[in-house]
């Protein structure tokens, strides 16, 4: 298992490479071009400068004697454009063009090194939350999703609220290029089905899991998130069937999942340990992460021990640890604590303690349960993988 910290790039992020360096076990970036829009090529040049930028040492750093690096084995995310969503022409592009241009970035992705890209399937809007910074009793905030609350909002409001509690950082999925075309794209999405969705995500893989296989690059797919339809548009990632069903589009290896523990386990009734240990062999990359349940579809994000929520975040890392999982894994939203309340708010959910929490909170019950059953080539007593 490799893990991994997402971060949002120079100038777009209160969290440095430098303190990210200084958290036991992360071992890579988890990187994107945030400038990049759905549908664009993203150009080699930009790939690499951004690759340097985070696996290379500046000379402050030297200076002071750090020697340590850092990967960037991971892209969250190559967003996918809506026309191959709905299999048309939609906000000036029509499907085969935004798919050529992802078999473009992938090549390019590959070439420079990438081994995993994580993208979604989500309708016009990527995830979803109504509140950015809700108080905990312990004095945090953490981002909080109340069915209600959507319920009697209009989309448009829904917009205008998540911009509101940005904190003028860009949020992936809500970027305002993409939802320039939001009445069109609600115009585009009325009467389309599920086993349209499927149809039309049969057609993308079809087309791009040839590249992945040429460049040795896996794609996973981050499951809905929340885990049901939204505003009325179909959403086709949300449960274990329908992960089954997705998997089976295409039979690649590159094809698989980057399963979000947390999105997943948004449904109460979802098991995420039983989800891990039945997909195993097809998950790339993960997130683990945990909330609370408040009854009626409400929850709230929590700290990443089991017991602070509803997800056994112990139990997934036990069976990863099992199985001698050996993809990649970050941590996911964090609270927002400390000084980050009040004098450097982060992007919501990305600080930069309660992650850096997680990760050792996940790395120790690897550890405890990797060492208790060892997999086949490693060493208990030199406590490396052979």
């Given at each position: 298992?490799?893990?991994?910290?997402?971060?949002?790039?120079?100038?777009?992020?209160?969290?440095?490479?430098?303190?990210?360096?200084?958290?036991?076990?992360?071992?890579?970036?988890?990187?994107?071009?945030?400038?990049?829009?759905?549908?664009?090529?993203?150009?080699?040049?930009?790939i690499?400068?951004?690759i340097a930028?985070?696996?290379?040492?500046?000379?402050?750093?030297?200076?002071?004697?750090?020697?340590?690096?850092?990967?960037?084995?991971?892209?969250?995310?190559?967003?996918?454009?809506?026309?191959?969503?709905?299999?048309?022409?939609?906000?000036?592009?029509?499907?085969?063009?935004?798919i050529?241009?992802?078999?473009?970035?992938?090549?390019?992705?590959?070439?420079?090194?990438?081994?995993?890209?994580?993208?979604?399937?989500?309708?016009?809007?990527?995830?979803?939350?109504?509140?950015?910074?809700?108080?905990?009793?312990?004095?945090?905030?953490?981002?909080?999703?109340?069915r209600?609350?959507?319920?009697?909002?209009?989309?448009?409001?829904?917009?205008?609220?998540?911009?509101?509690?940005?904190?003028?950082?860009?949020?992936?999925?809500?970027?305002?290029?993409?939802?320039?075309?939001?009445?069109?794209?609600?115009?585009?999405?009325?009467?389309?089905?599920?086993?349209?969705?499927y149809?039309?995500?049969?057609?993308?893989?079809?087309?791009v899991?040839?590249?992945?296989?040429?460049?040795?690059?896996?794609?996973?797919?981050?499951?809905?998130?929340?885990?049901?339809?939204?505003?009325?548009?179909?959403?086709?990632?949300?449960?274990?069937?329908?992960?089954?069903?997705?998997?089976?589009?295409?039979?690649?290896?590159?094809?698989?999942?980057?399963?979000?523990?947390?999105?997943?386990?948004?449904?109460?009734?979802?098991?995420?340990?039983?989800?891990?240990?039945?997909?195993?062999?097809?998950?790339?990359?993960?997130?683990?992460?945990?909330?609370k349940?408040?009854?009626?579809?409400?929850?709230?994000?929590?700290?990443?021990?089991?017991?602070?929520?509803?997800?056994?975040?112990?139990?997934?890392?036990?069976?990863?640890?099992?199985?001698?999982?050996?993809?990649?894994?970050?941590?996911?939203?964090?609270?927002?604590?400390?000084?980050?309340?009040?004098?450097?708010?982060?992007?919501?959910?990305?600080?930069?303690?309660?992650?850096?929490?997680g990760?050792?909170?996940?790395?120790?019950?690897?550890?405890?349960?990797?060492?208790a059953?060892?997999?086949?080539?490693?060493?208990?007593?030199?406590?490396?993988?052979?």
């Open positions: 298992m490799k893990m991994g910290f997402r971060w949002f790039g120079e100038g777009n992020d209160t969290v440095t490479l430098d303190q990210i360096r200084q958290i036991p076990g992360v071992e890579t970036i988890v990187w994107s071009l945030h400038h990049k829009q759905a549908g664009e090529v993203w150009e080699q040049a930009e690499d400068a951004e930028r985070i696996t290379d040492l500046s000379d402050e750093a030297r200076a002071l004697g750090v020697t340590r690096t850092l990967a960037a084995d991971v892209v969250e995310s190559v967003n996918v454009h809506e026309s191959i969503k709905l299999g048309r022409t939609v906000l000036g592009r029509s499907r085969d063009e935004a050529d241009a992802y078999i473009t970035t992938l090549r390019r992705l590959g070439r420079a090194g990438v081994k995993v890209v994580c993208y979604n399937f989500m309708p016009v809007f990527d995830w979803l939350r109504t509140d950015l910074w809700r108080p905990l009793p312990d004095g945090s905030t953490a981002l909080f999703f109340e209600a609350v959507v319920d009697r909002m209009t989309p448009e409001s829904l917009i205008a609220d998540m911009a509101a509690g940005s904190q003028g950082l860009t949020l992936p999925g809500w970027e305002p290029e993409r939802l320039a075309g939001f009445a069109e794209l609600t115009a585009a999405y009325e009467g389309v089905t599920r086993d349209d969705m149809a039309n995500y049969r057609h993308f893989l079809q087309a899991i040839p590249a992945c296989e040429e460049y040795d690059v896996k794609l996973g797919v981050h499951p809905d998130d929340p885990p049901f339809d939204v505003f009325g548009w179909p959403r086709v990632v949300s449960t274990k069937a329908d992960l089954a069903r997705v998997l089976d589009l295409h039979p690649s290896p590159h094809h698989g999942l980057t399963l979000c523990l947390g999105s997943f386990s948004a449904n109460p009734d979802q098991d995420g340990v039983d989800a891990v240990r039945t997909f195993m062999d097809r998950i790339h990359f993960t997130h683990v992460r945990n909330i349940h408040l009854g009626g579809g409400d929850f709230v994000e929590v700290a990443h021990r089991a017991g602070e929520g509803h997800v056994d975040t112990t139990g997934i890392m036990k069976a990863y640890a099992e199985a001698g999982f050996q993809g990649y894994v970050r941590p996911d939203h964090g609270r927002h604590l400390w000084d980050e309340n009040t004098t450097n708010r982060p992007r919501p959910g990305y600080g930069l303690y309660d992650r850096a929490l990760v050792q909170y996940l790395l120790g019950a690897w550890d405890a349960f990797r060492y059953t060892p997999a086949e080539g490693h060493d208990l007593q030199e406590g490396t993988e052979q």
